[in-house]
């Protein structure tokens, strides 16, 4: 499991936002991946004002309580929603130039952390993981070693929020059934890459996970699901609790 932090150099993410907050515009912030066409995030949709977030995201930041983690914090539009909330968050990702600019946009507690770095330890009431947060987990089998991090950052009784879609519709056929290879990787496991301007990124795995087969890992490794929401297109909003 790859514990790094990214480097500059290696961070077109982390550039795109560095450049949306000191000129509020970006270049394109270009997408590769093994599954879809290339396609582009819009970096404004990365800054998000609490009231523009989606209905997912804002049940997860109501459901936020005690002393929170948000994983993969980015430029901290959740963190900074938390704190006007006058709730207590602490922000990590592995984009040093994303920790900056979540520090200038005014996030107190904003770290250079990787989730899996098992020199950061903690003990939290609520793990954030939100914009298809289940990505960070990268494949399957990384979930074993996934639920072990999250025995040791969770406080007793603390939960898990994370969102993410189930992307068998990709695979729907004209008359509704839906034709997936089981001798294939699961559909949920994308390979993507980034590029803005002339800095590309290291291609990177990002898992997209059914509920059915998260509940079953999650009960294989000693956790319970429940289901909180639905979005409007295969999206889900679920709380992990530990057993
Ligand atoms: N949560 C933010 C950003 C989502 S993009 C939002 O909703 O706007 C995903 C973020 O996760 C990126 O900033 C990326 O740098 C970070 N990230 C990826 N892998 C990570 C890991 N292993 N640990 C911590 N952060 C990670």
């Known amino acids: 499991m790859n514990t790094n932090l990214l480097t500059p150099e290696k961070d077109p993410m982390g550039h795109a936002l560095t450049d949306y907050l000191n000129?509020?515009?970006?270049?394109?912030?270009?997408?590769?991946?093994?599954?879809?066409?290339?396609?582009?995030?819009?970096?404004?949709?990365?800054?998000?004002?609490?009231?523009?977030?989606?209905?997912?995201?804002?049940?997860?930041?109501?459901?936020?309580?005690?002393?929170?983690?948000?994983?993969?914090?980015?430029?901290?539009c959740h963190s900074l929603a938390l704190?006007?909330?006058?709730?207590?968050?602490?922000?990590?990702?592995?984009?040093?130039?994303?920790?900056?600019?979540?520090?200038?946009?005014?996030?107190?507690?904003?770290?250079q952390i990787n989730l899996f770095d098992t020199h950061f330890t903690g003990?939290?009431?609520?793990?954030?993981?939100?914009?298809?947060?289940s990505g960070i987990i990268g494949k399957l089998e990384n979930l074993p070693a996934f639920f072990r991090r999250m025995k040791l950052l969770l406080a007793p009784g603390g939960t898990i929020l994370m969102d993410s879609s189930d992307l068998r519709y990709l695979f729907e056929e004209e008359d509704g059934s839906f034709l997936i290879n089981l001798n294939d990787d699961y559909y949920g496991e994308i390979d993507f890459r980034m590029q803005y301007k002339n800095i590309q990124g290291e291609s990177f795995h990002w898992l997209y996970i059914d509920y059915q087969t998260l509940d079953l890992y999650a009960q294989q490794?000693?956790?319970?699901?429940?289901?909180?929401?639905?979005?409007?297109?295969?999206?889900?909003?679920?709380?992990?609790?530990?057993?």
Do not use: W
Not at 32 to 49: A, G, Y
Not at 87 to 98: A, E, M, N, Q, R
Not at 123 to 133: A, H, K, R, V, Y
Not at 222 to 232: D, K, M, N, S, V
């Open 123 to 133: 003990q939290f009431d609520t793990i954030l993981m939100l914009m298809n947060g």
């Open 23 to 76: 000129y509020g515009k970006a270049g394109k912030l270009r997408v590769f991946s093994t599954l879809f066409e290339e396609d582009e995030i819009p970096v404004k949709q990365l800054f998000r004002k609490p009231e523009e977030l989606p209905a997912l995201e804002q049940t997860a930041l109501q459901l936020a309580a005690g002393n929170i983690l948000d994983v993969g914090a980015g430029s901290g």
């Open 221 to 243: 490794n000693g956790f319970c699901t429940e289901l909180i929401q639905e979005g409007e297109h295969y999206d889900y909003l679920v709380r992990i609790t530990q057993i």
């Open 83 to 111: 704190q006007k909330a006058g709730k207590k968050v602490c922000g990590i990702d592995i984009s040093p130039l994303s920790v900056e600019v979540m520090k200038q946009r005014g996030v107190t507690t904003a770290k």
